[in-house]
DNA sequence: TATGAATGAGATTTCATTCAT
DNA sequence: TATGAATGAAATCTCATTCAT
């Protein structure tokens, strides 16, 4: 077979193609799934020839792979200071209430993690993002906590895992009704999640009123 | 030719040949997902012929409807007495926590959801189902809080939303991670959440006056 | 084989039942083609089972024949007197100017026919079918012309045969643009046929002047 | 396995393919009909494979229309000069008597129309044609009769029609029975309607005045 | 690099026919 | 007689991929 890997250089004016390629594949495929998208039809979309794509990828999971991978640069890094740590997560949360163009992009998010069910590489790719904006998300908490944003107690992985959890669902909930109404509550249930989040949240593991009054403290302590 | 008339066994009648293929399509979606699961791979693993199934179905789309309708009919009747409403409430939630079998179901209700954003009467369908088990969960809400069981100030609609929402979230987490030690996490989120609930999630509508001791002290807690 | 042709009785009630079976079969096939006709299409708007069809008779191919069969017998045999033989010739040959309900047999004509040039026993059937008719009308153009209808020099064979020839073009120009101005306009094209049929055919073979004289005696005859 | 590369030929082009590709289908279609001539079964005569065929013609549908189209275009256009118009006339009706090759044609138009009773775009699409035809087929009557070939007061358009009318009843009558004794006497009749034709066919439409002496002399005769 | 015609496997669906009841 | 579930072949069409240009 002349299967042996072309390596191919990445030369100027190659970028800006794939580029383009590759934000094809990723509203085709938020439009009509990893299965039903054509490599044809991503073709005639992007104005290339199908004989390119497979030049370039070497085929269609490659390709939505690096679609994937292309989306997630595109739209995690928007990683700015000017604002608070808590901002930022909120940024980044609220980005779940799907509205025009987020919502491409978590329509192709679901798509892909369904799919990586069935397929071993792209859910590892999957998980690998996962856990980055997961770390990201532990650590905008820690800064929250650390400049009083947040209450103290909190642990920064775990209450990123958690919102994350909740994120996922409220965008599954929005995939099942995408109309703006449910789009209204979704956001509205995420208000009310920071709502507690910030009031208190001491209440999830340490049942006893011990660890209760330190929560209150800290309420006191921004207060003061 | 080996046209020598294979026999047929006599036939297991209409309604349980029927149950039997649903049952098969809900395995095969819930490995390969809908589009990768072909009619003559569900015909194979039913052991009929592909004609047999269009003869009864009309088409794919109509089979994986209603497996889908056969599956719900399945899961979620289990609607025993002998428990309190709380305790019925977090066995319906846990059922979300990936572990044979039930993980089939919940693998095929994803790919069935997903599906849906791009398939609307499929997806009118799952909305159905969904509404039906909202307001059921809301009941038990209601009469958790009735009993009792959980904070009175919560309402039980809305309470119901939310911990659907986590319990999706927390479906896609497994989805994405289907480890045993990742069922183990998630479960362990689900136990915080019952907890926080249980315990005082007071923060989010604190517009209720007075009923409960241990919510209210808490709350003057927090005011003092 | 058990294909040894159980020779199936007539008994009352069967023949009832077949008839209404084969109006059906006439009516679908006039309607999708022969092809197009599916057994099951045909047993559901006949409301009998698939089975019942193949039990009466054996296959596709021969309860098409015996629609034609039937459909000619229904067609055709409304030869009644109180007529002269040119009425009753006119009354068949307009005939096939298509209008609800005949135009159902003549479609159903064509698709056989057509049929036919790929199936030699059907081809037969037709022809053996077209030859009765085509002696019939003979016949009553001999009538027609010994009773002074028609002039003295036609030969019954050969005007019957041109008078079909024209009928059949003009089917197969009604099937081509079946809307109500153009079945005026056949009409028309027939109505002047029979006019230069009546009036003097004569040209045809004798381009003499003598069989014209002939022509106009009898004309005269007539008025006389 | 006998997976070793089967190397193509240089392709034949585009075009030439198509046209290859046409030629089969209304060869098949000829001997078929449409229904019964598969894809499979053209694509294996072509020698490519069903795939090529949907790739070129988007469908069963479109792949027959246009292969109409080409017929039409390999078979009509054959108005050359160095004949009178009647002669050319006379030789595109006499086109309608079935021979090899031609008979290939009529047989494909014959299914082609009859498909067309039940899909209005193969309908519409016949009519097209038909109408071109009608209108060539007027002006060559036009033309022969200013050359006086044919009688003044013949009507272009109308005995244009008239013949159509009866060509395509030849036409179902060879298809009817396509034996060589059936050709000739279809033959003898196309070549009596010319000579009717030619003649004198001054019953029809009386209007005009005294230019054709017989003609005159007849109706005289009738009016006495 | 880029193209797009060509491929052939495979998907869904339809169909005439069979046969146990 | 009559039924209709079941069959498996075959039909149409789609698709990812290849490869000569």
Redesign the interface.
């Known amino acids: 077979m002349t299967k042996t890997a072309k390596k191919r250089q990445t030369r100027p004016g190659r970028i800006a193609r794939q580029a383009e390629l590759l934000t094809t594949v990723y509203k085709v495929v938020s ?6 998208a054509s490599m044809r039809q991503i073709a005639t979309r992007a104005k290339v020839s199908t004989g390119t794509i497979n030049y370039h990828f070497r085929n269609k999971e490659k390709l939505v792979m690096e679609a994937l991978q292309a989306a997630y640069q595109m739209t995690l890094p928007e990683a700015d200071s000017a604002h608070t740590p808590l901002e930022r997560l909120k940024g980044f949360a609220f980005g779940y209430i799907l509205h025009e163009p987020n919502d491409r992009f978590w ?1 192709f998010w ?2 892909y ?6 397929n071993e590489e792209l ?1 590892k790719h ?2 690998h993002w ?1 856990k980055k904006q997961h770390s990201f998300w532990a650590k905008l908490v820690r800064e929250a906590v650390k400049e009083g944003e947040l209450p103290p107690h909190l642990d920064g992985a775990e209450t990123a ?2 919102l ?10 929005q ?4 109309d703006k109404k449910n789009q209204t ?2 956001r509205k ?1 995420l208000e ?2 920071f ?2 989040l910030e ?3 001491g ?3 340490p ?1 006893v009123n011990g660890t ?1 009054e330190v929560s ?1 403290l800290s ?1 006191r302590g921004k207060a003061a």
Not at 31 to 36: C, L
Not at 113 to 118: A, C, E, I, K, P
Not at 164 to 173: E, N, Q
Not at 175 to 178: A, G, H, V
Request: aromatic fraction near 10%; hydrophobic fraction near 40%.
């Open positions: 439009e009509f799934g990893i299965d039903a329509r679901m798509n993690t369904v799919y990586g069910s069935r859910r999957q998980v996962f895992e958690q994350l959890v909740f994120t996922h669902g409220l965008m599954v909930r995939i099942l009704e995408p509550r979704c249930m009310q999640y709502a507690r009031a208190d949240a209440v999830c593991k049942t209760r209150m309420r």
